[in-house]
């Protein structure tokens, strides 16, 4: 069923313009998807049946959103193998370009930037691979803290702590779960990330690039 609901274009389109974690209208997703409103709401309704869409509703609209980090989670990981989007303007080779850099993965960090930080956690031993998940070093349980993350906390959210997320572009993983959502939320919070309007590419800001290269010796 959920395989059925993503494999349609149109849906697909919707639930990758949802990867941002922002809810959306009917009408912002019928024109990201290049679809009528009258057969976006036709995917919507699948695809709230289907569980991978929750919708709310506020005065006379309706907002849709991602069920749960989850299916942020599969979808990303279907990226994968999906064939690649033709680029048809020079509009869409930048935006591919951002996303390669640096992007959003639902709610925590992926691409060039989101790989490269989870290898630099693991090769300084802050995390190390445990199955599908990682795993905080006493050492990286001193770092967090000092970064500004209460690790205790982001343990009792009612998800995953510190997963291996596979990202479509590095073929490689990134940091996901509420770990990687904490720290996503501190480099935004600290000036060094800037989201690019109408995508889900960020921008490392000068301030940012000094610091996640005195911080961590990764230059972006």
């Known amino acids: 069923m959920a395989a059925e609901l993503i494999a349609d274009p149109s849906r697909a389109a919707i639930l990758d313009a949802l990867m941002e974690k922002r809810a959306l209208t009917a009408g912002e997703l019928a024109r990201q998807a290049r679809v009528t409103p009258q057969t976006a709401s036709s995917h919507l309704a699948k695809l709230v049946a ?8 506020q005065g006379r609209h309706r907002y849709y959103a991602l069920a ?6 599969c979808l990303e990981a279907l990226a994968c193998i999906a064939p690649s989007v033709p680029i048809r303007s020079l509009r869409e080779s930048l935006v591919e ?8 993965c ?27 998940n990682y795993a ?6 001193r770092f967090f803290l000092d970064f500004g993350l209460d690790l205790e906390l982001l343990r009792r959210q009612r ?7 596979l990202d479509w572009s590095e073929r490689r993983y990134h940091l996901a779960g509420s770990l990687g959502t904490a720290i996503a939320r501190q480099l935004f919070e600290r000036g060094w990330l800037e989201k690019i309007p109408s995508c889900r590419a960020l921008r490392v800001t000068d301030k940012g690039r000094v610091g996640l290269l005195e911080m961590f010796g990764l230059r972006m």
Request: charged content about 20%; overall charge negative.
């Open 50 to 57: 289907g569980g991978l869409l929750t919708m709310t509703t």
């Open 106 to 132: 639902y709610d925590h960090l992926a691409g060039k930037l989101g790989v490269e930080l989870t290898q630099i956690f693991i090769e300084t031993r802050l995390l190390t691979a445990e199955g599908q």
């Open 97 to 104: 370009e951002r996303l390669h850099v640096a992007r959003t």
């Open 159 to 165: 998800r995953m702590f510190a997963r291996q997320c």
């Open 68 to 73: 749960s980090a989850e299916v942020a989670y």
């Open 136 to 141: 905080v070093t006493n050492e990286g349980a």
